[in-house]
């Protein structure tokens, strides 16, 4: 394969950057003595280097110098500061990722070097649990092989998939905000349960398994979800009632509403 013996890094590790690299050591693509990471706030720093194992700096230029593949995980407003700081360093023989939301590639590659290869990525915060949806998108100068790499890095944390780049705002707004979605709707429905006399733990416990079967048996039987939704809906039954007080708070407009607002602040960060 071809990562192997290469050197990953880190800039930036923050809440996606540690995700990212906690998941990725934990798969055991990369040993953590070939991880190094650079950030300004030293403390996560030292989480990651006592928890992970992994080479950390204060020192942006560290990472990029020992590293063959590096990812940029700062915000997408100090992307091009960031990028300023080391792209003379940034050789020919090195892959860059991207994972800051909205930024074009042509907009990263045209900060760097000519001939930078540069691969953009949508992870989200799953990676942590190695049950990310990542989507990658590959720059001009990319390689089919640099597509790969980065794609068997993200599958290492979940699963990704390969789309052109029109569509990254769609996967921004979809699974790379979505677990925001999600958590708040676990929440939610353990306080109903909560409400009704389930003690908080078993509550979350249920509602997030539930989370999971559901989300599961969508990915694993190939079903439409209404088709799934209608085998749990008896007629006069318990379920039918709950579903009519989603729709009379108008929840799957939410939903989607939620999704296209934040692919359009993706397309904001582009400009
Ligand atoms: N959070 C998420 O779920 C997802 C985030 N992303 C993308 O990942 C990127 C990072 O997001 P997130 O992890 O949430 O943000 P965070 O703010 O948690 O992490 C960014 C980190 O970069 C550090 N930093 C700031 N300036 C520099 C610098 N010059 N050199 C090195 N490090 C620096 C920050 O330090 P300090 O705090 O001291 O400024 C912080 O620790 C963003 O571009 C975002 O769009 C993509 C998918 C999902
Ligand atoms: O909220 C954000 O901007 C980042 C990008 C996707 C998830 N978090």
Redesign the pocket.
């Given at each position: 394969m071809s990562l192997e013996g290469k050197k990953l890094g880190f800039i930036g590790t923050g809440k996606?950057g540690s995700a990212l690299i906690k998941g990725i050591c934990g798969s055991g693509l990369f040993s953590p003595s070939n991880v190094y990471a650079s950030d300004l706030y030293e403390p996560s720093l030292d989480e990651l280097k006592q928890n992970a194992g992994i080479n950390v700096s204060t020192d942006n230029k560290v990472t990029v110098i020992n590293s063959d593949v590096v990812v940029l995980a700062v915000k997408?407003q100090i992307l091009r500061k960031v990028i300023e700081s080391i792209k003379e360093d940034v050789t020919e023989d090195k892959l860059v990722i991207s994972i800051a939301?909205g930024v074009k590639l042509e907009d990263i590659e045209k900060e760097f070097n000519d001939g930078t290869r540069v691969v953009r990525v949508?992870p989200?915060?799953a990676a942590t649990v190695a049950e990310a949806a990542s989507a990658i998108t590959q720059g001009q100068n990319a390689s089919k092989e640099d597509a790969e790499d980065a794609l068997a890095i993200f599958r290492s944390v979940g699963s990704a998939i390969q789309v052109s780049e029109n569509l990254m705002d769609a996967v921004?707004g979809l699974s790379?905000?979505g677990p925001?979605y999600i958590f708040p709707v676990i929440e939610a429905m353990a306080d109903g349960a909560v409400y009704e006399g389930l003690d908080r733990n078993s509550a979350l416990i249920l509602a997030a398994q539930t989370v999971i079967g559901a989300a599961k048996m969508v990915l694993e039987t190939g079903m439409h979800p209404g088709e799934l939704k209608d085998m749990v809906t008896s007629p006069a039954g318990t379920t039918i009632r709950g579903v009519r007080i989603l729709e009379e708070y108008g929840v799957r407009a939410a939903f989607m509403n939620a999704v296209i607002e934040?692919s359009n602040?993706?397309k904001e960060?582009a400009k």
């Open positions: 996606m997408p939301a949508m989200n915060i921004t790379g905000s925001a934040s602040r993706s960060l």
